[in-house]
């Protein structure tokens, strides 16, 4: 019976921890639609954001690798010029919204790293989609 009780309390003490980390993780530092289940997020701070997708239960994941400078979109596609660290070279990534879902994976809807010349000479006139600076 000391078994059961303590199984109880410990059940308890969990849940009120899970309850608590779910209230202080629900904000965001910044957070912006771009367009549908598309966002642009900074988890803890404005200088760190990235393009992200909502699931249908709410959480976000993100769709292209690191920091996002710059987007643009048209009813297919969306177009994420990234940046792993301040020093790096720029990537671009085109996210191609109709193949995309809450269970896709990446080699499904997504395109790049795209090296800013290839996307300059290959991409830029094709795609006819201007690109806004990430406020």
Request: with cysteine; hydrophobic share 35%; glycine share 6%.
């Amino acid at each position: 019976m000391y078994s059961h009780f303590k199984q109880a309390q410990r059940f308890s003490r969990i849940s009120a921890l899970l309850i608590l980390t779910s209230f202080y993780s629900c904000g965001f530092a910044y957070k912006e639609q771009v367009t549908g289940k598309y966002y642009i997020i900074g988890v803890d701070t404005k200088d760190d954001l990235s393009l992200r997708y909502k699931l249908d239960n709410g959480d976000f994941v993100g769709k292209a690798p690191g920091q996002i400078l710059q987007y643009g979109y048209n009813d297919t596609l969306i177009v994420a010029k990234t940046q792993y660290n301040y020093s790096g070279q720029p990537s671009f990534y085109l996210i191609n919204m109709l193949k995309d879902s809450d269970y896709a994976h990446e080699e499904d809807f997504q395109i790049g790293p795209i090296s800013e010349e290839e996307f300059n000479s290959k991409w830029n006139q094709r795609l006819n989609i201007k690109l806004e600076d990430v406020q």
